[in-house]
């Protein structure tokens, strides 16, 4: 990723209101202190703005060394300012209200320092310099974007001639395979897939089927035992298989859709979901239930008490979590392709608008997201880094991608992706492709 270029009066203004933000506040312990909001008065426009953000914030870390930890989560730029959110406010030390302005001869920040609670104004911190009208062109000038993605392609299938919904990581060198009737493992062998297992599924249709087949595979592990749990749009339940060595043993039907797992505090959830009547997309009415009730209950249904939540309808839903694993919110692709952010309280906080494809995963804090090309099956991958949605990559599909999952390959974050290529002939081919993060 190209870095941005500032001009020295730039970090120097910096340099010099972090010295005066740290000399304000008591930071003989470490600290957690939160932008409560940053306000453009100035035309700079968002790529400028989330840099001057993101270069602030290292000179925090570089001159407080280890005493100051961010609890703000910066969702996006526009030309007004940030867009944040606050996942943390019970265990934030110190508020902070950052503005930057401009004038025809000078660039400044500004800060309003308040207490945890902000009840108390601690201080108010002003810094300015010399504004540089030679450099203007260049603060007014987007990042470039790398075509280098962030992560590497370490092998793309041969073509399969059978509609696949969904592949995912299953074990270090096995891939899961569902199409609209079968289950498949397959091994990787030599960057090749071998097909070792082979499952007739046993769907129950729905009153209203879908006329667009969307699939979805979620591995799950619990403290003891391993899950794979499979799900469609043309059928109005999900199948349960616990692995129980080389063998998969049926557990269980269930009439909801598990979509993601989230840890909350002590708990492990996981967010189920159910698709619309006829449609390829959920309903947007979410439900969280513990881990073990999810496995453990009989029948059709979670009997044990579930939290419900209203969303919007999704294509696609990702959690967020933070570097020790807690959950901060939810990044989702609406039924109209937009990306759209829910905190942990599952409160939506508004950003500009982003369109997008829609799948979505997230690895490492970037988001991997499709994008639908003006020519006809041609799809893209685009790579964002979660906090700020700054973009730091692409990658050309020739071929419509159909479905994105995240996994671990030999303790190396991955994702999979399948994609669909129409032939000279006018007939589909679908290829599985596997990524793994760039060192």
């Known amino acids: 990723m190209n870095s941005f270029i500032f001009s020295q009066n730039i970090e120097s203004l910096l340099d010099c209101f972090v010295r005066k933000v740290s000399n304000s506040l008591n930071f003989d312990e470490q600290r957690r202190i939160s932008i409560k909001e940053f306000v453009n008065l100035s035309e700079r426009d968002s790529y400028f703005l989330q840099n001057v953000y993101q270069l602030m914030r290292k000179k925090f870390e570089d001159i407080l060394d280890g005493k100051v930890i961010f609890g703000d989560y910066i969702l996006s730029f526009d030309d007004s300012g940030g867009y944040v959110d606050q996942p943390y406010e019970e265990k934030i030390d110190y508020y902070v209200f950052l503005y930057y302005w401009e004038d025809a001869k000078r660039i400044g920040i500004s800060a309003k320092l ?60 096995k891939l899961g395979i569902l199409t609209s009737d079968k289950f498949f493992i397959y091994s990787i062998k030599e960057k090749n897939l071998i097909e070792e297992k082979k499952i007739s599924l046993d769907w129950r249709l729905p009153l209203y089927p879908s006329q667009d087949e969307v699939g979805k595979i979620l591995k799950y592990n619990t403290d003891d035992k391993e899950y794979i749990i499979l799900s469609s749009s043309f059928s109005d339940n999900s199948i349960l298989y616990q692995v129980q060595g080389e063998e998969l043993v049926l557990s269980r039907y269930a ?48 009997v044990a008490e579930t939290l419900k939540y209203n969303l919007v309808p999704f294509y696609s839903i990702q959690a967020m979590n933070d570097e020790n694993g807690e959950f901060i919110g939810i990044y989702l692709v609406d039924e109209q392709g937009k990306l759209r952010y829910f905190n942990k309280k599952f409160k939506e906080i508004g950003f500009p608008e982003s369109k997008v494809g829609d799948q979505l995963c997230v690895i490492e804090n970037i988001l991997i997201l499709t994008e639908h090309s003006s020519e006809i099956n041609k799809d893209q991958l685009n790579f964002k880094v979660a906090n700020g949605l700054q973009k730091i990559g692409e990658a050309k599909i020739d071929g419509n991608i159909l479905s994105l999952s995240e996994g671990k390959i030999e303790d190396e974050n991955c994702f999979v992706t399948v994609e669909k290529f129409r032939t000279e002939l006018g007939t589909d081919e679908y290829v599985i492709s596997l990524y793994k993060r760039r060192k």
């Open 114 to 173: 308040y207490d945890g609670k902000i009840e108390q104004l601690i201080n108010f911190v002003f810094c300015s310099g010399k504004k540089d009208e030679r450099e203007i062109d260049i603060f007014r000038k987007p990042l470039s974007v790398s075509k280098i993605h962030p992560f590497i392609q370490l092998f793309k299938s041969s073509p399969f001639f059978f509609k696949i919904l969904d592949a995912c990581i299953i074990d270090e060198n």
């Open 255 to 302: 009439n909801f859709v598990p979509l993601i797992k989230l840890r909350i505090g002590d708990n492990k959830y996981v967010l189920f979901s159910d698709f619309q009547n006829g449609k390829n997309y959920f309903t947007g009415q979410i439900s969280l239930i513990k881990e073990e009730d999810i496995f453990l209950n009989e029948g059709d249904s979670p």
